[in-house]
């Protein structure tokens, strides 16, 4: 069964700092990653996702997603945070023949000014 | 193009009382799947519902719970004779083709006391 490991709870940055949250996974095949991102009291959104092709993926919001195959790995980075990026975020990893999605347990970022 | 829809946004339900929990997915979209967040957890997936059909209902407790999704109208997610763990927030999410590959797009959820 596949799961997903975001080893930081929370992480505090001052504004116009880059981020990187990071995002392990376990899977047998090839996944498919996503990150969504949680305001208070709100739904999911989706940031960005990765199922095959070019390892480097762009989202919204300035955000953007390396999948590292090697590592096991798929980190979403900013290179300047702003005070609304502050949430909660998750990663999740779909597979091919199920369509649930299995999420990592969050990472709750707070942004200083 | 509407989002995915839920209603109630809260609901409070006194213990022994039953919670209905509706979802109506996006124009297009005829897969819905249900996820369950517990206070400063992650999302768990319950179960996931094709019109007319339970595809995979392995995250669901085996008792209280039931779900479906009609040909007609929004999917329902019944809890019966609700007890105080049932507290959460309930996401619904839809996805337009049953690859895993395809990303969920999700409702803002319905909030659930149990008191």
């Known amino acids: 069964a596949q799961s997903v490991t975001q080893p930081d709870i929370h992480i505090t940055v001052s504004e116009g700092a880059s981020l990187e949250l990071r995002c392990n996974y376990s899977y047998g095949a090839t996944p498919y990653l996503f990150w969504y991102v949680q305001s208070p009291g709100q739904g999911l959104q989706l940031l960005l996702k990765y199922f095959s092709g070019d390892t480097l993926v762009q989202g919204i919001k300035g955000f953007e997603a390396e999948f590292k195959r090697s590592q096991s790995s798929f980190n979403l980075r900013k290179p300047s945070v702003h005070w609304s990026d502050a949430a909660e975020y998750f990663c999740?990893?779909?597979?091919?023949?199920?369509?649930?999605?299995?999420f990592g347990t969050g990472t709750r970022l707070q942004v200083t000014l | 193009n509407a989002g995915v829809m839920q209603n109630p946004r809260h609901l409070v339900r006194r213990r022994g009382q039953e919670a209905r929990l509706r979802c109506s997915p996006m124009?297009?979209?005829?897969?819905v799947y249900w996820y369950r967040q517990l206070p400063e957890e992650g999302l768990k997936f319950m179960v996931y519902?094709?019109?007319?059909?339970?595809?995979?209902e392995s995250g669901m407790p085996k008792e209280r719970f039931s779900a479906e999704f009609p040909k007609e109208g929004p999917s329902i997610l019944r809890i019966q004779q609700v007890v105080r763990g049932d507290s959460a927030a309930y996401f619904c999410a839809s996805s337009p083709t049953t690859k895993g590959g395809n990303e969920q797009y999700f409702g803002p959820g319905t909030r659930l006391t149990v008191t």
């Open positions: 999740a990893v779909g597979t091919g023949t199920a369509s649930k999605l299995t």
């Open positions: 519902l094709q019109k007319e059909n339970i595809i995979d």
């Open positions: 124009k297009g979209h005829s897969h």
